[in-house]
């Protein structure tokens, strides 16, 4: 509070003048809202650029300030899609409980992109190095996008936006009837990676079982696994390589 009046101020650098925009966590938000090569823009107008008062009118002010913090996150700008190839779906709920009930959504922040618009998203050349899935955010929707199951490359770039994941309203035309392209373009946070191969614990087998999935799953995976430890025994050809196997994963070295 002691502050205030100071961040208020308008600051002037480098013959532009910037204003007071946000605060998130410990980071002031100033916007330069004119100078040399800009054209003058008030606090507000970006403001109702980003997340218009008007059609947001039924958030509280703790959610309306929660959903602007999601513009000022570190991102990396990547495609830019066309209105028509942004498709907005409804959730996935599971059959035993009410819609109304967010615990039953069984895609709460999950959209799905085309594999053409991945490739695009990730810069890449190759169609094996193309991640399963990636988080970021575009126009009012934030969340995770995964690859589009069927995997065809010939379906063209669009992008799924589930309701879960439609934050608030954006994307407005502007004074001259246009529409921003920044608003339809994909803001990339990270992109999934492997980082070591993983095994499933006891809790999480519980919560898979409660979710649904069949015991007989479960034995199956179980009986794969012993399988697999008994080759690896009965046709390793090597003491030195078996010696070392059953220290490392026995952990009878540590």
């Known amino acids: ?4 009046k100071f961040f208020l101020k308008p600051f002037l650098l480098m013959h532009r003048v910037f204003r007071f925009l946000f605060v998130k966590d410990d980071t002031i938000i100033l916007f330069a809202t004119e100078g ?17 008062i008007t059609e947001n009118w039924d958030m509280s002010m703790s959610k309306y300030a929660s959903r602007m913090s ?10 830019e899609f066309k209105p028509e190839q942004i498709i907005y779906i ?17 895609t709460d922040g999950c959209g799905i992109v ?26 009012g929707a934030k969340g995770v996008w995964i690859i589009e199951p069927d ?16 934050k608030f309203k954006t994307g407005l035309p502007q004074s001259d009837f246009m529409l921003d392209p920044h608003h339809y373009t994909f803001d990339l946070v990270k992109n999934s ?5 993983s095994n499933l614990n006891t809790q999480f087998i519980q919560c898979l079982s409660h979710g649904g999935v069949a015991h007989s799953i479960f034995i199956i995976i179980l009986k794969e696994y012993i399988h697999q430890l008994a080759a690896i025994v009965t046709e390793n050809q090597s003491v030195k390589l078996l010696r070392d196997w059953v220290d490392h994963d026995g952990s009878l070295g540590s």
């Not at 999601?70 to 495609?79: A, E, F, K, M, N």
């Open 1 to 4: 509070k002691q502050h205030r």
């Open 36 to 52: 040399v090569d800009l054209t003058p823009i008030s606090i507000q107008q970006v403001i109702d650029w980003h997340m218009p």
């Open 70 to 79: 999601l513009g000022y996150s570190s991102s990396i700008p990547t495609l």
């Open 90 to 106: 409804d959730d996935v709920y599971g059959s035993t409980g009410s819609n109304a009930n967010e615990t039953n959504c069984m």
């Open 114 to 139: 085309s594999c053409s618009a991945m490739k695009k998203i990730m810069g890449c050349q190759a169609t094996d190095e193309l991640p399963c899935a990636i988080q970021g955010r575009i126009a």
């Open 151 to 166: 995997l065809d490359f010939t379906t063209g770039d669009y992008i799924k936006i589930r309701k879960s994941q439609d």
């Open 193 to 197: 990676i492997l980082v070591y191969p």
